[in-house]
């Protein structure tokens, strides 16, 4: 029976990977993970989309369980600042589009929304964040959404199968490094053997599939499947089997970071509860607060800017309080391995594959293939179908999301640096300039975004869109010809529904402190 996995490199993918499989197979897997006390984890994966909560549910984690160790918060959007225009802000947020008469709330708000902010306007969220309000009562119960949380129906869907059904308020920013620890500890109490040492070599077969890694210290490590989690070094699966990169550079030239962690008092300064990008001249800034300390970081394009240059922005954006913080200076491999899973072997997060952190995407493709791990978890015979069905799924959700995130910068109006005016005329995946010209005639909906599961629903798009400001957007037509009164009412209700909730949510850090 293959049931002897092998997990190579102990960041946020090495043991999430360990301990779902734990989670989903008990003692019938045995599991080994070998990390390198010499090579460090990326660490900066801070901001998730809200599906991670079916993660740390498949665990049996309760939110008072994980996050008090994380120093976690909530996160109800991502805020977009200075991408129109400096001065100008939007939020993309984890709340679901109206409709009204078959028609997205966004689509009437074209054609006569009460103000000039679509998301004030068509969505409750913005105006809660802008207050630095929990989701959450003191009594731990949820603001009414459309959403039923842990309705029975739901439990145990996949991602993909919980897409367009739901959606949850709100997803979670914490350290990455605690979140690795605590995911540790969950994975040996269970059962995972865990070895500190440096994998020196990988041992091949006369297939070219693995029989084994070579340690420093620990000797051989054999087993049936193995897990490339060693980042972007891609040991395994781009080193030892070879399996080729395909760059997505040429349509997301961002490679660079920069990242400092900023102790700040929480308490003083208040919970903004989202994850920030504010647009620079050569990239964007990231802004993440936890309990204790905010995450910030600068992501550009090496060919515009400098890693100095990069810093010294970072450091005055951040101001005073970053004077004592270190910087961490990251390459970034953008792209992804042609297939994820060759052989014997695996790979799952950054040596799979990266995009950009825009809209915090790399915990997101984690998660999602350990769940296609999972669905398609092979036995003796190797059956390629299921190797086919993985690749297929692992490519279409980074090839979706590389499409999203290039649309952010296609669609942004700003235009006063080359970074900003080259944004304009680069390449742009195939089939996106038509879904572009489709989108200004129809917002986008199920029909005309990429054609395959890749996390985000259409109404992600139209914040994308309405935000930007780069591309003119038209009402339908039909609009013109329908009663407005039922739109008008929605938009009154939601106003309604802000003031109500703004009045009697308590403000994050104090829902934070209380569950501390
Ligand atoms: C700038 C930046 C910002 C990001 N922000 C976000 C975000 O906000 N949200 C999000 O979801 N994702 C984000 N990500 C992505 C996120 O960081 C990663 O998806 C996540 O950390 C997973 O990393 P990993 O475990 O694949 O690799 P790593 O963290 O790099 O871990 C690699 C592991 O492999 C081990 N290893 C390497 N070589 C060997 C060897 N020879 N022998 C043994 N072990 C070895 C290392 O010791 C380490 O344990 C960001 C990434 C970057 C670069
Ligand atoms: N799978 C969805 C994806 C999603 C829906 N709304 C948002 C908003 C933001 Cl900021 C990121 C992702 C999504 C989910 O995680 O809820």
């Keep these: 029976m293959l049931n002897r996995l092998v997990i190579v490199g102990g960041g946020t993918a090495g043991w999430m990977t360990a301990s779902y499989f734990k989670a989903a197979f008990g003692d019938r897997i045995d599991i080994t993970l070998v990390e390198s006390g010499n090579v460090g984890a990326v660490g900066v994966g801070e901001a998730t989309f809200s599906d991670i909560r079916h993660f740390f549910e498949f665990l049996g984690l309760k939110e008072k369980d994980w996050m008090p160790a994380c120093n976690a918060t909530y996160k109800l959007a991502v805020r977009f600042e200075n991408w129109r225009e400096k001065g100008h802000s939007f939020y993309h947020p984890f709340e679901q589009m109206r409709s009204v008469n078959g028609f997205p709330l966004t689509d009437w708000w074209l054609r006569e929304g009460p103000t000039d902010r679509f998301d004030r306007d068509c969505f409750v969220m913005p105006s809660i964040i802008d207050a630095g309000l929990s989701p959450r009562n003191l009594d731990g119960t949820l603001i009414d959404q459309p959403f039923v949380e842990g309705a029975d129906e739901m439990q145990g869907l996949t991602m993909s199968e919980h897409q367009g059904k739901t959606q949850f308020p709100y997803a979670y920013q914490f350290e990455a490094a605690l979140l690795a620890k605590y995911l540790t500890k969950y994975s040996v109490e269970r059962g995972v053997t865990h070895i500190t040492d440096d994998v020196q070599k990988v041992n091949l077969d006369e297939r070219g599939w693995i029989s084994g890694v070579t340690t420093a210290e620990h000797g051989d490590i054999t087993g049936d499947l193995f897990v490339d989690c060693t980042g972007f070094r891609a040991l395994l699966m781009n080193k030892a089997l070879e399996v080729p990169f395909v760059s997505y550079a040429d349509t997301l030239p961002n490679d660079s970071a920069v990242a400092l962690q900023v102790p700040q008092d929480m308490k003083a300064r208040g919970i903004l509860p989202c994850t920030t990008a504010t647009a620079q001249d050569a990239g964007w800034i990231w802004t993440i607060p936890l309990m204790g300390r905010i995450g910030t970081g600068y992501v550009y394009a090496k060919d515009y800017l400098s890693p ?94 590389r499409e999203f995130l290039v649309l952010h910068y296609v669609a942004a109006k700003r235009d006063d640096t080359q970074y900003w005016r080259d944004a304009k005329t680069r390449r742009i995946p195939d089939g996106l300039a038509e879904r572009i010209e489709t989108w200004k005639t129809q917002l986008p909906d199920t029909e005309t975004v990429f054609p395959y599961y890749h996390g985000l629903p259409p109404y992600s798009y139209m914040c994308i869109l309405l935000g930007m400001g780069g591309i003119e957007l038209k009402p339908s037509p039909a609009l013109a010809l329908s009663d407005p009164g039922l739109a008008q009412r929605e938009f009154a209700a939601i106003r309604d529904k802000t003031r109500r909730l703004t009045e009697t949510l308590p403000k994050a850090y104090d829902y934070f402190a209380a569950q501390h």
């Design 308 to 401: 100095e240059e990069a810093e010294r922005t970072l450091r005055e954006f951040v101001g005073p309080a970053a004077a004592d913080a270190e910087a961490n200076h990251i390459r970034m491999r953008i792209g992804r391995s042609e297939n994820s899973w060759v052989n014997n072997c695996v790979a799952i997060g950054l040596s799979s594959g990266f995009v950009e952190p825009l809209e915090s995407t790399g915990i997101f493709f984690i998660h999602h293939a350990i769940e296609q791990l999972a669905k398609n978890f092979p036995d003796d015979s190797w059956n390629p179908v299921q190797r086919k069905l993985y690749n297929d799924s692992i490519a279409h959700v980074m090839d979706g999301v």
